[in-house]
């Protein structure tokens, strides 16, 4: 009797951050003596294949990619290891909940008052339109995460700006004392 191939895929692509958060959990369920089958699309008949899998079940989705191509039964992205070892087992995996509607765009200068008072109106709005997603930011953390970003940016242009004018006062210095016009 024949062993049946397995169905379980998970497509990857090298560069890709969160493929290499997920190849270890692979690695370790194949090690308990699951089947995974892992795929690396950069060569173009795996591409292919993804596809083919992909329109049979109506999926799009980039890497990491886990499916079942018997079920459809997938994971889009990543997702821990205990996630994985249920959809591994069969699980039926729910997608994660999605924002409703664009976040808003960040202030252009983190240092004006109504840029970021306009923009933490906006945001506050939209975190209770999307009270369903964990883990979001208050406006208070992005705001002084960028703003200490900004502030240091500055103090580096004003150094470098410093440091430019010393060497162009010292470059017409010497250009004086050699005559040049």
């Not at 889009?76 to 729910?94: L, N, S, V, Y």
């Amino acid at each position: 009797m024949s062993k049946k191939e397995s169905t379980l895929y998970y497509f990857y692509s090298i560069g890709c951050a969160f493929c290499n958060k997920v190849e270890p959990i692979v690695d370790k369920l194949n090690s308990q003596g699951y089947d995974i089958q892992k795929i690396d699309i950069s060569d173009g008949q795996n591409k292919l294949f993804k596809h083919e899998v992909e329109d049979k079940h109506n999926l799009r989705c980039g890497t990491p990619l886990l499916i079942d191509s018997d079920t459809g039964n997938s994971i889009c992205g990543w997702r821990g290891e205990e996630t994985i070892k249920k959809w591994a087992d069969g699980e039926k995996i729910p997608e994660p909940p999605k924002p409703k509607g664009k976040a808003p765009n960040l202030p252009k200068d983190f240092l004006d008052e109504s840029q970021v008072k306009e923009f933490t109106k906006k945001y506050n709005k939209w975190v209770k339109q999307n009270s369903h997603l964990h883990g979001l930011q208050t406006s208070e953390q992005i705001i002084d995460k960028f703003k200490k970003a900004q502030i240091q940016r500055e103090k580096q242009k004003e150094s470098l700006d410093g440091r430019l004018k010393t060497i162009e006062q010292n470059l017409q210095k010497l250009m004086n004392h050699l005559g040049v016009k």
